[in-house]
């Protein structure tokens, strides 16, 4: 991998899950250490575009590279910060363990092989998202968003050069969009790259280097000038 090498290519992706594809004939490349937001009304194929790009889907058509090498066999590189309220913790599990998935994946026997340096590198993520008093709570206890923030701290312990969230502002308060923001523009300037769900047009201007406007179809894809252009909008957001 190059200081050139894209960070994330999509091509001519079509993802259905019945008869009518949720996206059609994406294409787009992301170059490393942006920071990249995703907008589109409901239902115009947000998650799914994230999922596609996790290697989660399987597309019908097209296919999705993270720098330069096949979505399914980047595991380690790209993390996901899933919407919050997404997943129902129906085991036992603490917010240092949910981190430390980062180190070991998803295997219930980490907490055997932990090193210190794991530990060290655990706790730093923790710290770094403000979760560091909540380690030994469990994660079904949290609220969404400080569940999002675990999840950021499991993406930064894995060391992850590409890091996914799906809307991680949603329903926020300011204090803690500021927070967010902050962990992603530092996440950024040690050359991670980030691609955020967005659902506030209003910000994405001031949160993004660079924008992709999707609905099921990708309209845009540029700076936040480029794209968040009324006409677009009113086509994309009013509906035709
Ligand atoms: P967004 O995140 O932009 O709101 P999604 O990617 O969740 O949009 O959904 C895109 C389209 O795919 C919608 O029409 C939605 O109803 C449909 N869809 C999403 N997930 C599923 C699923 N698991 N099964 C069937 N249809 C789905
Ligand atoms: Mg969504």
Known sequence: ITPTTPAIEVEH??????AVPALLDVSFTIPQGQLVGIIGPNGSGKSTLVKAILGFLRPDIGNVRIFGIPAERTRRLVAYV????????DFPVTVEE????GRYGNI?????????????????????VRMSDFRKRQIGELSGGQQQRVFMARALAQG?????????????????????????????QSGRTLVVVHHDLAT???????????KQRLFAFGTPAQVLLPELLSEVYDGH
């Open 82 to 89: 899933p919407q919050r309220g997404s997943i129902d913790w």
């Open 98 to 101: 949910v981190a430390m998935m």
């Open 204 to 214: 994405a201007a001031e949160f993004f280097d660079s924008l992709i406007l999707l």
């Open 108 to 128: 219930p026997w980490w907490q055997w092989g932990a090193s210190k340096q794991d530990r060290e590198i655990v706790e730093e993520a923790l710290s770094i």
């Open 160 to 188: 992850a050069r590409v890091v996914l969230l799906d809307e991680p502002f949603a329903g926020v308060d300011a204090a803690t969009e500021r927070a967010i923001l902050n962990v992603l523009e530092s996440a950024k």
């Open 13 to 18: 992706l079509t993802v259905s899950y019945g």
